[in-house]
């Protein structure tokens, strides 16, 4: 074959070559080239194909600016893009090439602070039918690698299996055993079992429902939002599996250990609560404003994810052990000596530490597993920025830690005990969702709205009811809740401590909603509340200035109270009828008795109709579920005080159990329900 090296070294030596020579010699030599590695040229010759780069701009779903190159070179079509933040920084940067072989591809991100320095790095390989024969995942740490995973798809299932993993002592990948392997099978066994009875996922539905997910500041419970938006035009029921939410740019990820089911009316927009633990306790907890949050599906292997899929299902199955232990271990006082009265923070403590304390969470982290002395530098951190303790002080901050570090470490071997034994137990399938909602109108005319009483006592702890799966199969109804904090009623300072904080009144409500749902569901009814519905420092409609509200309000007042809250509504959730409004106040004023709720509903003249209309309740009861659902089935289902014993509608209940609703009682109560959806 003739080519350029064997014509230079056919040159005579000695011959000297003017520039006009060397010139017609370049140009021989250019033809020659060309002739062998693309043969004869001319008007039909083929050449290599390539294009120039086509531009796109568009945005993320919190306006974001991304730029999209798209070219091709040859029979590869490449397309790359670059997100950046409202700072014009890099936060992540996706490649693809597809060709005749397949589908290559990587995201990589960054912190968005202007470092080039990765976070976290995802890459797939796709066969050119379009499966994926390999998912590689790393976690970095200032850039140094500090985890990672290979795997590949199982012969026999199909599902993604981890054969390689990074040992970060060697500083290399390095084959994970066949007992492990083994291991990762049954995971994905238990995986399948706990989704039998789901065929509803949202996923699938590509093209059909968009999700968006941010963060709420939380390290434990309600940890995340996502936004679900129904892009048909038909109404869709769905399913959103136990997962991992987890940051491409460094905030922490949290595993999501339990399902739950949705429903979402044409083109309706709904943000549902997810609550969970988060995994990495030395990162920063992703806030509302993290665009960075992502929802891993183990369905869909391609997802940009540092995590693997058995890594997403290894994380859930264990943290449901842990959620487990923490639920069977309260039950038995095991938390009843930690230095907090609050139960629900003895349990939060017992959670998230034990979860950061699982060297099964830690392996697949790469964050080292805590121990006592983290657990009590941390203690020792928090209660430095508010004193200085003395020695007395000092030996009761240090019986607290021995006694805080006892229960967690028995809600670890617990979780243990369950996961060898028995596995996570399973979920209870929920009754089947309805596919359609209604919508009535609320512009009759208001009488004289009715109020109801609650006497000043202790708060009952509330029973769960059975639910209506397990009972008379009625179809769960959903309300959204829209709360208004008043402005004063949070401000806690060393002056007044009684006051709570604003953390405080978010674990209270969650933890009101959660316990209200037990009780509303033999109904039929359920609550939800997301952490974009509780304002703070909200104006008082009343009374501007003030952080109390009347307990009696005339027909007039509460009419125009309830307009206000009316235009919230739709403010906040699109229609004026959509979600049901309660205001949160320090004290509720001119009232009959000693009550701190109060429930305000306005009855259809002429007719025994009711609409519904808001609640007030105090901040100082806020965690009572039973208040809650008590108040909700006045606001709500119009429904009045009543003296049957062990019922939910008693203001005087006498009993922790008076929690039960007939079934009139439930049928008003979901038909003012569904007037809120």
């Not at 589908?103 to 080039?116: A, C, F, L, P």
């Amino acid at each position: 074959m003739t080519n350029e090296r064997t014509i230079r070294r056919a040159k005579p030596p000695g011959i000297r070559y003017g520039p006009v020579v060397l010139v017609t010699l370049a140009l021989s030599l250019s033809i020659f080239i060309c002739r062998d590695a693309f043969g004869q040229t001319g008007s039909g010759d083929a050449k290599p194909h390539e294009t120039k780069p086509q531009y796109s701009k568009s945005k993320d779903w919190q306006g974001n600016p991304i730029t999209t190159k798209k070219w091709e070179e040859g029979d590869e079509q490449h397309t790359e893009s670059t997100h950046l933040n409202k700072e014009g920084k890099i936060t992540q940067k996706d490649t693809e090439v597809i060709g005749p072989d397949g589908t290559t591809g990587e995201h990589v991100y960054y912190k968005g602070d202007g470092s080039d320095t990765p976070t976290g790095k995802h890459s797939y390989k796709r066969d050119d039918k379009g499966k994926t024969i390999q998912v590689q995942n790393e976690t970095y740490k200032d850039g140094v690698l500090v985890s990672g995973s290979i795997s590949v798809p199982d012969a026999g299932t199909g599902h993604l299996l981890q054969v390689k993993r990074w040992n970060n002592t060697n500083q290399r990948y390095e084959d994970v055993s066949k007992e492990d392997l083994e291991k990762q099978r049954k995971e994905w066994e238990l995986d399948e079992r706990l989704r039998r009875e789901r065929d509803r996922n949202l996923f699938p539905w590509f093209g059909k429902v968009s999700g968006e997910t941010s963060g709420t500041g939380q390290t434990v419970g309600h940890v995340a939002d996502i936004k679900l938006r129904n892009l048909t035009d038909q109404p869709l029921q769905g399913y959103l599996p136990a997962t991992v939410v987890e940051s491409r740019r460094g905030s922490q990820d949290y595993v999501i250990p339990r399902g739950q089911d949705f429903a979402l009316q044409p083109h309706e927009t709904k943000t549902v609560p997810l609550n969970g633990t988060c995994l990495e306790r030395d990162r920063p907890a992703a806030g509302q404003d993290d665009p960075s949050l992502i929802y891993d599906n183990v369905d869909e292997p391609d997802i940009d994810s540092h995590f693997a899929p058995s890594e997403v299902v290894r994380l859930t199955n264990v943290e449901r052990c842990i959620d487990q232990a923490v639920d069977q271990l309260r039950k038995d006082g095991a938390f009843d000596d930690f230095p907090y009265s609050d139960k629900q923070e003895q349990e939060n403590i017992a959670l998230q530490w034990a979860t950061w304390a699982s060297p099964d969470i830690s392996d697949i982290t790469g964050s080292p597993p805590a121990n006592k002395d983290d657990f009590k530098k941390t203690v020792n951190d928090q209660v430095s920025k508010h004193h200085k303790p003395d020695k007395e002080t000092r030996k009761k901050i240090d019986d607290g830690i021995d006694k805080m570090w006892d229960g967690i470490e028995l809600t670890s071997e617990k979780a243990k005990d369950l996961e060898k034994t028995e596995g996570p137990e399973e979920e209870e399938t929920p009754p089947p969702m309805p596919p359609g909602t209604v919508n009535v109108s609320n512009d009759t005319p208001t009488p004289a709205p009715q109020t109801t009483e609650k006497p000043k006592k202790e708060p009952p702890k509330p029973k769960p009811s059975e639910s209506p799966a397990k009972g008379d199969g009625v179809p769960m109804t959903t309300t959204r809740l829209l709360v208004n904090v008043l402005k004063g009623v949070d401000q806690h300072d060393k002056d007044d401590v009684t006051r709570p904080t604003k953390d405080d009144i978010k674990k209270g409500l969650a933890k009101a909603v959660k316990d209200a749902n037990k009780l509303l569901s033999k109904c039929g009814v359920q609550l939800e509340l997301a952490g974009a519905d509780i304002v703070l420092d909200a104006p008082n409609p009343g009374t501007p200035g003030s952080e109390n509200m009347d307990g009696n309000y005339d027909g007039d007042k509460a009419k125009d109270i309830g307009k206000k809250a009316g235009e919230e509504l739709k403010k906040a959730h699109g229609k004026e009828t959509t979600g049901f409004k309660i205001y949160i106040v320090s004290e509720i004023t001119n009232k009959t008795g000693s009550e701190q709720g109060v429930g305000y509903w306005f009855p259809e003249e002429g007719s025994d109709a009711t609409h519904p209309g808001f609640c007030i309740i105090e901040a100082s009861i806020l965690k009572d579920g039973r208040l809650l659902a008590h108040e909700l089935g006045h606001g709500l289902g119009g429904l009045p005080d009543g003296d049957t014993k062990g019922n939910l509608m008693n203001p005087n209940p006498g009993v922790s159990d008076a929690n039960d609703l007939s079934d009139d009682q439930c049928k008003k109560l979901r038909e003012g329900v569904k007037q809120r959806q």
